[in-house]
């Protein structure tokens, strides 16, 4: 099953229904605990069902209230972690993180660290994945796993128009540039009880990355450009001379009379 990390796909737009947070139900009398910085979900879900007995009489609605400030929480800390690093001009290497593993996205779908091949080959996709459409690739590069994400490297093609523009367009939006991928499901795990407390429709333990590309707005949670950076100062003017130099043939091959 072949699909993108974006929420807006070129076959059509595919919105969630908006759906009101246990948090918006009724307004509480009380403060809502939020997460220690070293307390685990576990440790916070007893603290807050403990704190939240006599304001929350239902079991199962204390636990969803509780449920939801930890995830709240998650997505603050992810986006208070971004980091964005712009160099100099004449640059082509990028990296950004595409996935956040054990998060639930905008999806429902929950992705395990061993979805992704570390060091796997990928095409860096035209803006939106427009190069499903016909556009051309604008770069190329890897993946990379760690622990808690998995990050795209990589190099845009600074030799062609597109390449230049997108970079440029990444540059200039900073940390509001989101990141997406489309991809094929191979396999999926069981859809534990723990993971359907988190909001998860699909757990992702496998997946095949055919390209990656910047986005308008991601399905992920904490997808972001992590650094932008040269690779060779005289790189790009090297490629922008080669490509005259080739138009530069082709003209004066059609213009020269022929033998």
């Known amino acids: 099953m072949r699909s993108t990390r974006s929420p807006l796909t070129p076959s059509g737009c595919r919105r969630a229904r908006p ?4 948090l918006t139900r ?10 220690a910085a070293d307390e685990t979900h576990d440790e916070f879900i007893a603290r807050c069902h403990r704190a939240l007995a006599d304001e929350f009489t239902d079991p199962a609605q204390r636990h969803a209230v509780c449920e ?3 995830r709240a929480e998650q997505r603050a800390r992810t986006r208070k972690s971004l980091k964005v690093s712009v160099a100099d001009e004449a640059q082509g290497l ?3 993180v595409i996935a956040t593993f054990g998060v639930v996205d905008s999806d429902g779908d929950l992705t395990l660290p061993e979805a992704f091949q570390d060091g796997a080959p990928v095409r860096l996709s035209a803006y939106g ?3 499903w459409l016909g556009a051309l690739p604008v770069g190329r590069g890897e993946l990379r796993v760690t622990p808690t994400e998995a990050r795209f490297r ?3 093609f600074l030799e062609t128009t597109a390449g230049r523009e997108t970079f440029a367009t990444v540059q200039a939006m900073g940390d509001l540039q989101e990141w997406s991928y489309g991809f094929d499901v191979l396999e999926t795990a069981e859809l534990t009880p723990e993971f359907r407390a ?3 429709r699909r757990v992702l333990k496998r997946v095949r ?3 990656v590309s910047p986005v308008l707005v991601g399905a992920g949670v904490g997808t972001r450009t992590v650094a932008v950076k040269a690779a060779d100062p005289t790189a790009a003017l090297r490629g922008q001379i080669l490509v005259e130099l080739a138009r530069f043939e082709r003209t004066r091959a059609r213009l020269l009379p022929r033998a």
Not at 26 to 35: E, K
């Open 209 to 211: 990355v055919h390209e």
């Open 19 to 22: 759906r009101r947070s246990p």
């Open 68 to 70: 939801a400030a930890w």
């Open 94 to 96: 990028v990296e950004a």
């Open 198 to 200: 988190l909001g998860a």
């Open 26 to 35: 009724r307004r509480p009398t009380m403060p809502i605990p939020t997460p």
């Open 154 to 156: 990589g190099r845009f």
């Open 129 to 131: 994945h427009t190069s």
